[in-house]
Structure formats: C-alpha cells, structure tokens
C-alpha cells in the first residue's frame, strides 16, 4: 500500500521570502500523479500544484514549486515570496494512475500547518 | 459554476443517533469521493462513486456507515449508531472521469460531525 509522509507538522516563514515544505512517499507503482492541497480554517482543499511521475520536468504554479526527486520519492513544495494568504495546512496528496488498477483515490499526508509572519 | 457544495455545514448529534451528510457535486462530474478527516489529520478514503454505483466503498470503517448516490449526482452519507469516535470533518470531491488525465478532484467545503 501507498503512504505519504509530511514530517514537519509546523513550519513558519516571514512574508516575502521562501519557504520549503518536505514530502516523502512509498510505493511501488512506476506511474502516478502527486499533489499538494491548501486547506485555509475553512475547511475547503485548493489544488495548488501537481506532478505527473512520468514527467521528469517539476512543476511550477506561479509562486508555487515543486522539487520532484523520483528515485528518492520525494516530492517538496517551494513557495516563493510567501503571502499572508499562503497560511494554512498544507497537504501532500498521491494518487495511482488509472493503469495501476485503482480507483483514483487520493492518499494523503498528515499536513504541515504554514504560519507567514508580517 | 458552482463548485462542490456539503450540507450541513455542522451538525451536531448525541452518541446513538442516525445523521445523513449531504453532498452535491459539480454538474457533470461522474466520479465522486467521501473522505473523512479527523483532528490533526489528512483526509482518509471513505468511498469511490463512479455515476451511481459505489466502485469501492474499502474504506468505509464499518457497516455503520452507508453511502447512495441513486441518480448519479447528489450523494448522502448515512451514519448508524453514531459513536463519538465519528466526529470528524466528513469532505466530499468530485472529478470529471478520474481515468483522464490526473483526474483533478474538487473538494467540498466538509461537514463537521460532532457526536455528544
């Protein structure tokens, strides 16, 4: 069975600069997706970036990068010139291809909690 | 368009009652998920509706818990003999046909179960 470990339950940044938040992963399927989600005390998840496995190229959403190591099943999230609007949990997510048999679910990480300081 | 809407929004309930948690997903959307989320936690897999037929319902913790989605769009939660150890943050997603591309799930804002 898959799992996704986030070992930084907190983590805290000042505005405007970089912030990175650590993913690591187990499985043993070749092709897969992986996201990470924000979850402001709304509740609500937001997709904030995603990665094709087979893709070797790392994503990028506007502030938002990722660090795709493959081999090493590691999957972090970089945020730029950290926002106030950036503070929230933030969840790491995998999820199997359609060819490995699943049924789409995600998997998810237990969450890092980001606080940005003015 | 509208996104993904849950009702209620909270609802809180006395150890041993029956509570229904509502769920509509985007128009189109064939595929639809229930998580549920508790304290300091990820969301965990409950079960997988693809149209109106449950796909996988592996995560259901046991058989207190009960899923419909009779016409392939809004879907309710249905707990039996609630127990305290159900409260949780119960958040439903939609996808359009995960089989396509990354199958990008869109979240509900949650209900949040309280049992006394």
């Known amino acids: 069975a898959q799992t996704v470990t986030q070992s930084q339950p907190e983590m805290s940044v000042q505005e405007a600069e970089t912030v990175t938040l650590s993913c690591t992963y187990d499985t043993s399927e070749s092709d897969y997706y992986l996201f990470w989600y924000k979850q402001p005390p709304s509740r609500q998840m937001i997709l904030v970036i995603r990665q094709e496995a087979y893709k070797q190229q790392n994503a990028t959403e506007n502030r938002f990068s990722v660090n795709f190591q493959k081999a090493a099943k590691s999957f972090s999230l970089k945020i730029s010139d950290s926002q106030l609007g950036d503070a929230a949990m933030y969840f790491c997510a995998y999820r199997s291809s359609f060819y490995g048999g699943s049924q789409g679910n995600l998997i998810f990480g237990k969450g890092t909690k980001l606080s940005v300081k003015p | 368009g509208a996104g993904v809407s849950q009702t209620p929004s909270n609802k809180v309930t006395e150890k041993g009652k029956y509570v229904e948690l509502r769920c509509d997903p985007i128009?189109?959307?064939?595929?639809l998920y229930w998580y549920r989320q508790s304290l300091g936690q990820g969301p965990e897999f409950l079960i997988y509706f693809q149209g109106t037929g449950a796909a996988d319902d592996s995560g259901l913790p046991n058989d207190r818990f009960f899923a419909v989605r009779p016409e392939g769009s809004v879907s309710t939660l249905k707990i039996q003999r609630t127990e305290r150890g159900d409260s949780a943050v119960y958040l439903c997603a939609s996808s359009p046909d995960w089989a396509s591309g990354s199958g990008e799930q869109y979240f509900g804002p949650g209900t949040r179960l309280t049992v006394t």
């Open positions: 128009s189109g959307h064939t595929a």
